[in-house]
Nanobody
Framework: QVLLVESGGGLAQAGGSLRLSCAASRIIFGINTWAWYRQAPGKQRELVATITSGGSTNYADSVKGRFAISRDNAKNTVYLQMDSLKPEDTAVYYC??????????WGQGTRVTVSS
């Protein structure tokens, strides 16, 4: 079992920045992928960004050039640096850690609100 604890959400103005963190309760050895998802009110959860254990990253088109995902394996932590925030980035953000066939864990979610 792995517990993921998120932090860093809050209120920001349009054009501002926030940094989300998500720490895992233990080290995951081998190939694994961290991801950030978000769910806006009345919408489905959507993938924001991923980073593999090898450091490869992918982003949703809506956040490319504004968000950056990174990981610190020594701290079992993933980050999401969010710059140039827009009101449409308002959502609950969830971290996800997955490896193997049936290992898929989620954080509790952290709310991000961007005011215009």
């Amino acid at each position: 079992q792995v517990l993921l604890v998120e932090s860093g959400g809050g209120l920001a103005q349009a054009g501002g920045s926030l940094r989300l963190s998500c720490a895992a309760s233990r080290i995951i050895f081998g190939i694994n992928t961290w991801a950030w998802y978000r769910q806006a009110p009345g919408k489905q959860r959507e993938l924001v960004a991923t980073i593999t254990s090898g450091g490869s990253t992918n982003y949703a088109d809506s956040v490319k050039g504004r968000f950056a995902i990174s990981r610190d394996n020594a701290k079992n932590t993933v980050y999401l640096q969010m710059d140039s925030l827009k009101p449409e980035d308002t959502a609950v953000y969830y971290c996800n850690l997955a490896w193997g066939r049936n290992n898929d864990y989620w954080g509790q979610g952290t709310r991000v609100t961007v005011s215009s």
